[in-house]
């Protein structure tokens, strides 16, 4: 098990929901199609707006895992090794790998109906714990819920520290005193043992023979004193990573930003499910302040205080938050801790 900090996961979506999605997916398509015909009255047009359509499809499902059913139902494409491996990630599906989907998909329509159908509820029947559907199982795609957050990463175990004995000295015994063996030995004096004369340690003329005593000043001034260290800012990402901030600074978080005014700093957000905009929001640092900006991002900003309140920010409107409270960036979160200082 790695030992990074913990990461907020989804859990796998439920097979009726996968299914659900898929035939509301086929239902846009399929209304493009019946559009196309009542407007054009021409059969290759149509055949093309649909294959357009399905194109479209292709498209938001690899880059964001995103579909009108997906989007209907909550859920995301992703990929199946970050489903099995917390270390993996959650990353959006890829388009080579949506190439292989669709490909599945477009072929089974060959066996008439009855084959998409069958590709579409192939989830009912699986039997791992993912509901893996045909086409997603041979292009190594799951389907996850938003809407269900498990923590990926347990805490490690605590293990205790046998501390070893320490040995005991050993004490030498005392030489036994001899008796006397007989009544005429008893008048003589038992020999003791003697001592060792230690010789006197002479004192150095230098040193007072009395301990001199300081004042109170004197005793403070030789204590150095150790001011006291700043807090530090820091900005927590959701897979486990954080950035040290400078104050005061203006930072632009977004999936790749860019400066928009002098003095900037463009911090790109790890982003796994494709939600967060190119320049997302503007957070800026003043003394014990802190103020966040909306750059009319695609998926909105929100900011959750420590009370549980959230706030849905609107576009470009500078708007102060305390520290500690939860930042959403579309799907993607952070947070912005403070640490205290310490008296040593």
């Not at 159908?117 to 714990?129: E, G, Q, T």
């Not at 400066?259 to 939600?275: R, S, W």
């Amino acid at each position: 098990m790695s030992d990074s900090n913990s990461v907020m996961r989804c859990r796998p979506a439920g097979a009726g929901k996968q299914c659900a999605a898929a035939f509301v997916d086929c239902g846009f398509a399929l209304l493009c199609g019946v559009i196309a015909a009542l407007l054009g009255h021409n059969i290759p047009v149509t055949f093309l707006v649909m294959l357009e359509s399905v194109a479209v499809l292709a498209i938001g499902e690899g880059s964001r895992g995103l579909t009108p059913g997906n989007m209907m139902f909550g859920l995301r494409t992703v990929r199946v090794e970050g489903m099995r491996d917390v270390t993996a990630g959650t990353l959006p599906a890829g388009m080579g790998r949506i190439l292989v989907k669709y490909c599945v998909l477009i072929g089974s329509t060959l066996a008439l109906v009855i084959g998409l159908i069958a590709v579409i509820c192939s989830p009912l029947f699986a039997k791992d714990d993912l509901h893996q559907g045909w086409a997603d199982r041979l292009a190594s795609l799951g389907c996850v819920d938003i809407h269900q957050r498990v923590e990926a990463l347990e805490e490690q175990p605590v293990v205790s520290r046998q501390i070893p004995p320490v040995p005991m000295p050993r004490m030498q015994p005392t030489p036994p005193v001899p008796l006397p063996k007989t009544v005429a030995d008893v008048s003589k004096p038992v020999p003791m043992p003697t001592a060792k004369q230690v010789s006197p340690v002479p004192m150095p003329s230098e040193k007072p023979m009395y301990p001199v005593r300081t004042t109170v000043e004197q005793q403070t001034a030789s204590v150095p004193v150790t001011p006291p260290e700043k807090p530090q800012t820091f900005l927590f990402f959701e897979d486990g990573s954080k950035r040290t901030l400078s104050v005061p600074s203006s930072l632009i978080l977004g999936r790749k930003p860019a400066p928009q005014q002098t003095g900037d700093i463009a911090l790109a957000v790890p982003d796994h499910t494709g939600t967060v905009s190119r320049n997302h929001a503007r957070i800026e640092l003043v003394d014990d302040q802190i103020w966040i900006t909306d750059l009319a991002s695609t998926n909105g900003t929100r900011v959750l205080d420590e009370s549980g309140e959230e706030t849905e920010l609107e576009p470009n409107v500078r708007t102060r938050m305390h520290v500690g409270s939860r930042i959403g960036l579309g799907d993607m979160g952070c947070s912005i801790i403070t640490s205290k200082s310490r008296r040593r």
